[in-house]
Each structure stands twice: as structure tokens, then as C-alpha cells.
């Protein structure tokens, strides 16, 4: 086991790591992953038995309460499991999998659970101002190092965590406070008081599907030098370039109309970044809090995350990921051939830099996620950390077709509903809803899709005459179990109550 940490290195000293439960964590839970030892709380090696000891639940949140107000002096239960993983850190990892070093698999998943109670609210952001030692300490790490832990964040990050798997058995049930990544994105988790939001359990959201009408010339070739070594006859990069700018004079009166606003949601590359402040200014007037918008440049296709606090406005940039490639099935689907010959494979133009995801915990114990498009559908790096921290809300922007219930979008936001129970709302623009007639099927007004575990599928239409949408959304609390037995009964669980057309 310990040759095994070595390979995260650079750590602190073996006994300092016990001082900060955010560490204790990451070296638990790694063994833990790798050994699939955390399978032991659902099936016990034979003889065996779990949980190990009489009211451990309650012995286990006691403890950890204690070690989080200890500043940094394990108390009697962290220290004798701490003491046993000493004594035996030079087990074999093969006797953890298959549990013949049982007395090990008990401490380390005793610590495992005690680490993650101390966590509890690591990094809340009613606690930022706190003057309790160790929520500074954790809204520090957080902030100047991207991980609550010690151990290099290049290696391994712990991140608060607002849902987790409680269908099957991962290393991710086995945890409700933090959780575990070592991959290779860099995560960026924010925590902003917003102030009347997070005093609130209702909240209303307003998704403006624009541009409203899209028409074939939106779509041109990008020049041939980007090609560079492809070959030119069959593939090519095309570029979404709109005409028409950002109408604020309509923001400002579907938001008179809204009449209360908590937020609003553009489509993917619905706006230029000139439009940015406008809408932000609209959002002040109107008491809204949130703005999450794809903005389009040369080159560049990302989502701007926009947050109202008492200091001014917050702002978060991410990039997509992944390039759309427009094949002749798509080209036709949009009625594109005009601008984008069927014979080609078209490239959207847009440069790829680092991989950064944002999480945003926007208070009343609502975090957010954004993604772009495509982003939604690749199962890689990025969907295994929204896994492992579980955020309330996943909010993706496309340009695409309609949101029904048959088409891709939904397919992998079930995916997130059921694991690790997140919302998921997708919105486009109503312009490429309209111009989408695959195998000559009527036009549809879905411009939007809700999946929640709370209250299910929902798809959301743009009436005639509308020129935008407003939810109303709510949260409630749940009661579910970490695998290892632990009842919680306050995990967050966003609904969908109405939707309310919008005309100016």
C-alpha cells in the first residue's frame, strides 16, 4: 500500500496526513478504487461481517464531527483506525482486493467514511467568511489549488460533492461530502454567496432559444488554410455567423414580461461577446442573479458563466471540446446545401485548448455544471468527474435540432439522471429546431428538455408567437444511503414545477 501512494507523490510525511481529513480521504479512496475493496460493504468476505462495530454510523458521524473542530488532532476512533493502517501500509494490495487483510479493509474504509463526514460542508459558500479554521483552510486549498487535499492536484484532486451513485457498487456510493479525480481535466470549483437565491427553494429560469431563425448562409466555409494536412476534397471547416446581433430591447421585455428572474440561458453560440455586458445589465434591472450564454468568435466556441453577487458580477469562461462534424446526413437534415457541399465532412472552426470544467456552487445548495453541445455526448475525462462530484444541475447549450425525447441529447442526460442524479436541462435555438427535417418529419417546437430524478422527462416547446420560455423550479430534500450504510437525509433534488411562455 505504501509503495503504491508513493506513486502520488509528492505527499506530506506519512503521520502528517492524518491532521487533514481531505487527505486521509485521497489515500483511502485511491486504495480503495484500485483494490475494489470498497465492495466489501455490500459483500463481506465469507465469515466476515459489516459494519465492524455496534452503532458505527453514529460512532463514525460523532467522530468526524469531532476531527473537523479537533484542528488537525485525530480523535479516538480516527486514531486507532490511523494506527492500524500504519501498522499494516506495507500489506500487499492483493490481500486488500480480496480481503484477506480484513483487518486493513476495516480501517481504511472506516477512515474512508469518517473523512468523508468531516468534509461535510467543506467548502459551502455560507461558510467563505467563516472564521472556523478549517473551512478557511478548505476554501484556501480549494480556491488557490483546485483540491481540498495536500496531495498535488496534477495527481489527484478532492472536491466537494453534491449527489452520488446509489444504483450498483463504485467507490463513488461510498461517499455523500467529497470526491475523488485523477483525471487529466483541470477542474475549477467556484463558491458564491448570491445572497436572495440561496434564502429561496423555488427558482425561475428563463431560457431564450435565439437566434430565432437561422437561415443557410449562418453557415460558410472557414478558409482553406486551416486544413493544413487533411485532405481538401474531403473534408473541410465551416463556421456558424450569424447576421443579425442580440435584440436587448426584446431581453429587457420578455424580462419586464418574466416578472420575477432568478436566470437566463442562451443557446450554443446564440451571442458575440459584445452582447455580454448588455444582457448583464438587463439581468440587474430585473433583480436576476445568472447568466449562462454561448458566446461565438473566430475561432472560438464557449459557454460564459455569469454570476450576480454583492461585489459585482462574477464571470467563468469554458471552451467546448469537441468539434461538430457535419456529415451530408446533417447537411441535409438543416437544409445546408446551399452553403456547405453534402460531398465533404465539415469541421466546426474552432481551436481546442486545455480542458478546463467548471463548478459553480451558486448557493442554496444548487452547483452547476455547463457543457456545450457535444461536450454532453463524449464519454471521457469530463463525464467521469461530473460522476465522481455529482453537481445539482447540468446545463448544456447546443445548436441542434429539436429536444424530444427520441434524439441523442436525451439518451446521455439519462445517463447523468441515473448516475450520479443529476438534473440535466438542454436548451437550443428555436432558429435550428425550425430548419431540422430529418427523413422529411414535420418541424417541431422543442427547443428544450428537463430530466430529473425528482419529476422525470420533460420536453419543452416554444409556443407561436413566443420569443422565450420561464421555468419554475424546485428543491427538495431526499434521503439516500452511501453503499457503506450511512443515512443522509438532506441531498438536494431539483424539479420542475411549470413552464410559462414568454412574449414581449
Known sequence: MASYLGAFSPFPEWNELVRWPPDVFA???????????YRFV??????????????????????????????????????????????LRDTALADVRSGDAWE?????????????????????PVRLRSSDSFHARACELLETRGSLSRFSPSRVRVLPKTHFSARGITIRSLSRHVGLCYEAVDVRWRGVEPGAWADRCEHDIVLLPWPLSVSAEDFRPAPAALIQNMDRD???????????????????????????????????????RESIAPLEEALTEHGGTFLIAGVRESRRNYLHF???????????EQDKRHRWCLDEGQIRQYGLSRSLPPR???????????????????????????????????????????????????????????????RWPTRYSSILTDDPGSAVLTLTSFGMAARSR??????????????SRADGLHEIELARGAAGVIL?????NSTTWTADGRRHDDVPRLRLDGVRQLRP
Open 104 to 124: 486493513l479493509n476495516v480501517a481504511l474504509l472506516t477512515l474512508h467514511a469518517l473523512a468523508d463526514e468531516a468534509c461535510a460542508e467543506a467548502a459551502s
Open 234 to 272: 474531403r473534408y473541410g471547416f465551416f463556421e456558424f455567423a450569424p447576421a443579425r446581433s442580440l435584440e436587448c430591447d426584446r431581453v429587457a421585455s420578455l424580462l419586464q414580461a418574466a416578472g420575477r428572474v432568478d436566470a437566463v440561458i442562451l443557446p450554443e453560440a446564440a451571442v458575440g
Open 27 to 37: 489515500l483511502t479512496n485511491l486504495v480503495l478504487d484500485h483494490t475494489e475493496g
Open 344 to 406: 465533404k465532412l465539415w469541421w466546426e472552426a474552432i481551436d481546442l485548448p486545455e480542458r478546463t470544467l467548471h463548478v459553480i456552487d451558486v448557493g442554496g445548495r444548487i452547483t452547476t455544471t455547463p457543457m456545450v453541445c457535444e461536450d454532453l455526448a463524449s464519454h471521457d475525462e469530463v463525464a467521469d468527474h461530473i460522476r465522481r462530484i455529482g453537481p445539482s444541475l447540468v446545463v448544456a447549450v447546443l445548436l441542434d435540432g429539436p429536444q424530444l425525447a427520441s
Open 306 to 316: 455569469g454570476v450576480r453577487t454583492a461585489a459585482g458580477w462574477s464571470r467563468f
Open 42 to 87: 455490500v459483500a463481506p468476505p465469507p465469515g466476515r461481517h459489516w459494519p465492524p462495530l455496534e452503532a458505527w454510523e453514529s460512532r463514525v458521524r460523532r467522530a468526524g464531527r469531532t476531527w473537523r473542530e479537533a484542528n488537525g488532532e485525530p480523535p479516538g476512533l480516527v486514531g486507532e483506525c490511523w494506527d492500524t493502517a500504519t501498522r
Open 438 to 451: 430529418p427523413n422529411g418529419m414535420p418541424r417541431s417546437r422543442v427547443i428544450a428538455h428537463w430530466n
Open 472 to 476: 419554475r423550479t424546485s428543491v427538495e
